[in-house]
């Protein structure tokens, strides 16, 4: 069980928006950037998302932001490429390591 | 643009050690933090821990005793080793890069996938 929960699956339709959520605690997400990961069957990770900034080369229709213990990124105008596994992570300074949360499969219908 | 590229044995004998290579191209492996990070078959992703050039390493606490990472400036690698692996250390092994202060990946490797069996 991860300290970082995420939702086990989303789906959304073609051109929908659609967010997916983080969920940690103080010592965490409340302290901490928070980096979203895309993961496209089970190949190499990509970041999509710095802090709330996207990286050079990720599409604009990736935003990200957080609220309390809440990091969520949204796809606005969701594309069938979009369709894969999503990780969240951040320090965690109770723990003394970086986390990552259980990943999102996100389906595009 | 940094690449990095993980290398090793992809089969490794229960209580023996893992030992894989990540080689950074493209940037200085100085400044950045350099994490090994993991993924069972099937499952989600695990930090095993960070090296950094000045010396100074960190260990997820579930892997601490077991861990030990080093950066090499001279060659431009960055070293895992795992020692008193089980089945249950089977995954692919990713090598990935942070500046100092971030607490999100710049860069990623493709991983490479080590096996545990006897």
């Known amino acids: 069980q991860s300290a970082l929960t995420q939702e086990a699956s989303v789906s959304g339709t073609v051109g929908q928006k659609v967010t997916l959520s983080c969920t940690g605690n103080g010592s965490n997400i409340g302290s901490y950037a928070v980096g979203w990961y895309q993961q496209i069957s089970h190949g190499s990770p990509k970041t999509v998302m710095s802090g709330i900034s996207p990286p050079s080369g990720v599409p604009d229709r990736f935003s990200g932001s957080k609220s309390g213990y809440t990091a969520s990124l949204t796809i606005s105008g969701l594309q069938p490429e979009d369709e894969a596994d999503y990780y969240c992570s951040t320090w965690d300074s109770r723990l003394n390591a970086l986390l990552f949360g259980g990943g999102t499969k996100l389906t595009v219908l | 643009q940094v690449q990095l590229q993980e290398s090793g044995p992809g089969l490794v004998k229960p209580s023996e050690t893992l030992s894989l290579t990540c080689t950074v191209s493209g940037g200085p492996i100085s400044t950045y933090y350099w994490s090994w990070i993991r993924q069972p078959p099937g499952k989600g992703l695990e930090w095993v821990g960070y090296g950094h050039d000045s010396g100074r390493t960190n260990s997820n606490p579930s892997l601490k005793s077991r861990v030990t990472i080093s950066v090499d400036t001279s060659k431009n690698q960055v070293s895992l080793k795992l020692n008193f692996v089980t089945a249950a250390d089977t995954a692919v092994y990713y090598c990935?890069?942070?500046?100092?202060?971030?607490?999100?990946?710049?860069?990623w490797g493709l991983g490479t996938l080590v096996s545990v069996s006897s």
């Open positions: 990935a890069g942070r500046q100092a202060g971030s607490t999100y990946f710049d860069y």
